[in-house]
């Protein structure tokens, strides 16, 4: 397929699958969206680490499926805008405990608590996202150094093992923050912190007469 169309088809796909995510959020839920996009994202690397492999021992066979490098570049692109493109930056407004971070710096400034809270979380979702984009930048830096030293198939191989891992990270760790307000969030992860916290957290007043 000319590189032109290939690229318009790409394009296209990103928009649609990120148009089908908002509209699905809410309804099916993010862990459900998540583990989907996980999925499909690594089977298409595996087919095009397969692809890559019959082309490296010159296996004829490669040779009739030119088109499995762009079907797995669709699957993927639509996997990732369903889930792990979109949902993740919702999520860290969702997951990260805005009551939890303002005391933590109620004992260092003096500001109003809505400032130390709207602080507090500019702070811990700025550390997610460079951590985020570092990440794709060492993917960008050092992908045609690992290329070199494993091979193109390993290479997609690698990533989609890293996308079952994923997968079992959303199944068995990540809760599921469809339909809950911040409120009740924030209270799923109290109840998962020390007694000390938890009964910390019980006193409705306890920021108030630190502050």
């Not at 923050?177 to 912190?193: H, R, V």
Request: aromatic share 14%; proline share 4%; charged share 15%.
């Amino acid at each position: 397929m000319d590189d032109n169309l290939s690229t318009i088809v790409v394009g296209f796909v990103q928009v649609v699958a990120t148009i089908a995510s908002t509209l699905l959020v809410d309804r099916t839920g993010r862990k459900i969206l998540l583990l989907i996009s996980d999925i499909l994202m690594g089977i298409s690397l595996v087919m095009l680490g397969v692809y890559f492999y019959l082309k490296d021992i010159n296996d004829p066979v490669y040779k009739n499926i030119g088109w499995l490098p762009l079907l797995s570049m669709v699957i993927f692109i639509i996997a990732f805008s369903l889930g792990y493109g979109p949902i993740p930056w919702l999520m860290v407004g969702e997951i990260l405990p805005p009551r939890a971070l303002g005391k933590i710096y109620i004992n260092y400034f003096e500001f109003s608590k809505s400032s130390i809270v709207s602080f507090g979380l500019g702070i811990a979702s700025s550390i997610a996202t460079v951590f985020n984009w570092f990440l794709a930048f060492l993917v960008t830096q050092f992908f045609e150094d690992l290329q070199t030293s494993i091979g193109a198939a390993w290479c997609f191989w690698m990533f989609g093992i890293i996308c079952g891992i994923g997968a079992l990270y959303v199944t068995f760790f990540l809760p599921e923050t469809k339909g809950k307000s911040l409120d009740e969030i924030q209270n799923f992860f109290i109840s998962l912190s020390t007694p000390t916290l938890n009964s910390e957290h019980s006193n409705p007043g306890l920021l108030e007469d630190e502050s």
